[in-house]
T-cell receptor, first 114, second 113 residues
C-alpha cells in the first residue's frame, strides 16, 4: 500500500514531551486532513489543508500544531498533551476539496499519553 | 445540527445473513452520504456513497437505502461473509465536500463462519 503512509504507527509519550506525526501521500492529491479517532466516537476532523494552505481548524487546542510544507506531506506537531489526547490519529487526502472527492485514509498513528 | 446518529453500535450475524446498519441525520442541507469500512489496524476506506436524488444504490453485495423524508439511510450487506467483519461508519456532507464531512460513531460488525 503506497497511497497514504503515516509514521510512526505507534507512539507513547509523556505529557511534557514534544513529538511529531508524519503523513505522506503518493496519490497526487491537493487536499490533506488530520482526524482524531477515539473508541466508540465519530471521527473528529481536526485540520484541513488545500494546496498547502490551512482552510479548516475545528477548534483544536493549540497543543496540536499542523504543518503542510508541500502537497505530499503533512505533519502534526504535539506538545504538552493531555491523557484525553490518547487516540488514533488518521491522515487522509483527496484530489480536491470539491464535491464527490473520496478521501483516502492512512492506517493511523496510535498515540498513548502517559 | 451536524450530528449523524448511527446504530447499532455492534452487530453479530451468521455467514450469509443480511446485516443492516442505520443512520439518521437532522441537517437537511446534507446531500452526500458515504459509507466507510475500517478493518482493525487500518484506516477507513470508502465503500459506497449515495446522493439524495436516488432511493437506493447497489455495489456488489453492498446496498444503500435512502429515505429523504425520514432523514435516514442504511447499509445492507447481502450474503455476508466473515471477511466483511469490520467497523462501518456512515457519514454526511454538504455539497459532497470533505471539508464538512460528519461521521457517525461506527458499527462493529462480526460475521460468524
Amino acid at each position: 500500500e503506497t497511497g497514504v503512509t503515516q509514521t510512526p504507527r505507534h507512539l507513547v509519550m509523556g505529557m511534557t514531551n514534544k513529538k511529531s506525526l508524519k503523513c505522506e501521500q503518493h496519490l497526487g492529491h491537493n487536499a490533506m486532513y488530520w482526524y482524531k479517532q477515539s473508541a466508540k466516537k465519530p471521527l473528529e476532523l481536526m485540520f484541513v489543508y488545500s494546496l498547502e494552505e490551512r482552510v479548516e481548524n475545528n477548534s483544536v487546542p493549540s497543543r496540536f500544531s499542523p504543518e503542510c510544507p508541500n502537497s505530499s506531506h503533512l505533519f502534526l506537531h504535539l506538545h504538552t498533551l493531555q491523557p484525553e489526547d490518547s487516540a488514533l490519529y488518521l491522515c487522509a487526502s483527496s484530489q480536491h476539496l470539491a464535491s464527490n472527492q473520496p478521501q483516502h485514509f492512512g492506517d493511523g498513528t496510535r498515540l498513548s499519553i502517559l | 445540527q451536524q450530528q449523524v446518529k448511527q446504530s447499532p453500535q455492534s452487530l453479530i450475524v451468521q455467514k450469509g445473513g443480511i446485516p443492516i446498519i442505520n443512520c439518521a441525520y437532522e441537517n437537511t442541507a446534507f446531500d452526500y452520504f458515504p459509507w466507510y469500512q475500517q478493518f482493525p489496524g487500518k484506516g477507513p476506506a470508502l465503500l459506497i456513497a449515495i446522493r439524495p436524488d436516488v432511493s437506493e444504490k447497489k455495489e456488489g453485495r453492498f446496498t444503500i437505502s435512502f429515505n429523504k423524508s425520514a432523514k435516514q439511510f442504511s447499509l445492507h450487506i447481502m450474503d455476508s461473509q466473515p471477511g466483511d467483519s469490520a467497523t462501518y461508519f456512515c457519514a454526511a456532507s454538504i455539497g459532497g465536500s470533505a471539508r464538512q464531512l460528519t461521521f457517525g460513531s461506527g458499527t462493529q460488525l462480526t460475521v460468524l463462519p
